[in-house]
C-alpha cells in the first residue's frame, strides 16, 4: 500500500475480533486514524 498506512490494519482487526470471541483483555492499544 502506497505510504505504508495499512500493513498492520488486518492484523489488528482480526485479533480485536478473536480477543472478543475468546473474552480477553486487549494488551494492544488502539490507534486512532
Known amino acids: 500500500h ?4 495499512m500493513i498492520g490494519g488486518p492484523g489488528v482487526i ?3 475480533i478473536i480477543a472478543q470471541d475468546l473474552k480477553i483483555d486487549k ?6 486514524y
Open 2 to 5: 502506497p505510504g505504508g498506512g
Open 14 to 16: 482480526a485479533a480485536d
Open 27 to 32: 494488551w494492544w492499544e488502539d490507534e486512532d
